[in-house]
């Protein structure tokens, strides 16, 4: 992705764009890198090694992100896998040992890349994989405070595993399901972290009641609503509408504690586990009921 050429002519300083720092700037003979959007020192930074550089940004190009890209709150590199393949056709495959389907990405393939990766700054290494630990909102933020993060997206049958113990890489997953590369969960983890980088969102206070916030109390959010008032024969909740704060807090604490209580029960019993007392809890079940029964009750459209 490549800036606009800026107009001829001087610039008043007013009109011209922010700073954010001293460019990172590296000698290299490799013209794919002269190509290169130039990396704002010190900034969050995404290393991707990727068979596929061509899909990033992608999605992170747009909106909220792909302003913070451009604006340098955070780098993008990709570093493309093909590159250090084997022999005249660049194989970066073969077959699995011991048989089976399907194809594994080298070991000396994979460890040349992540030394390629290795150059800059030292960053945590995180191979996207089904097989890793979830990916968490809690993961997202320790890795948002950090420098960034080198992602290893796979493909074929998955990597071997002797690359992947030699430089100790953490794996990652977003999901019980299977995708045919890493480079979509790689963005995925991408989003989650840079949203958190502080002057990303226009609004950071928005951070502090979404779900798995802290702010909410490691819960899921509870219902959002917005005008018109009265749509398709449902109303707003009235409480939502008092102008009472303290109410208003009360009822959205309540929903927040029966939705991950209905939905997400392992979130419930970790946070039920520090700040509940289970005969409160027992109480908050039969309550949560008849909330979940009057819900489903205004559902039916008034006619």
Request: aromatic residues 4%; charged residues 25%.
């Amino acid at each position: 992705m490549t800036d606009p050429a800026p107009p001829d002519g001087p610039q008043s300083p007013a009109a011209g764009p922010k700073s954010h720092g001293r460019l990172s700037i590296r000698p290299s003979l490799k013209p794919r890198e002269l190509m290169a959007e130039p990396q704002v020192f010190g900034a969050w930074t995404a290393r991707i090694i990727t068979l596929f550089p061509e899909a990033f940004p992608g999605i992170l190009g747009l909106s909220l992100t792909g302003k913070a890209l451009k604006q340098g709150l955070w780098n993008l590199q990709t570093i493309a896998l093909r590159e250090f393949g084997m022999g005249r056709h660049r194989n970066v495959d073969d077959t699995p040992a011991g048989g089976g389907a399907g194809m594994v990405i080298r070991a000396d393939v994979m460890d040349a890349a992540l030394r390629e990766a290795g150059r800059g700054q030292p960053l945590p290494v995180i191979y996207m994989s089904p097989r890793g630990r979830p990916l968490t909102q809690t993961r997202a933020r320790e890795l948002a405070a950090g420098p960034g993060v080198t992602l290893i997206c796979g493909r074929f049958e998955g990597i071997d595993q002797r690359v992947l113990d030699a430089h100790q890489v953490e794996e990652v997953s977003i999901g019980d399901y299977v995708l045919t590369g890493g480079e979509i969960a790689a963005q995925v983890l991408i989003d989650a972290t840079v949203r958190l980088i502080p002057r990303v969102l226009g609004n950071h206070d928005s951070l502090a009641e979404e779900s798995f916030s802290i702010g909410n109390r490691g819960l899921l959010e509870a219902p959002q609503f917005t005008k018109p008032a009265l749509w398709d024969g449902r109303e707003i909740p009235p409480v939502l509408l008092s102008g009472n704060h303290a109410a208003i807090a009360k009822w959205r604490s309540g929903e927040a504690e029966g939705l991950t209580k209905q939905r997400r029960p392992d979130l419930w019993r970790a946070y039920a586990d520090k700040h509940v007392d289970p005969a409160k809890d027992r109480q908050r079940s039969g309550a949560s009921d008849q909330s979940r029964i009057h819900r489903e009750h205004d559902k039916e459209p008034k006619r």
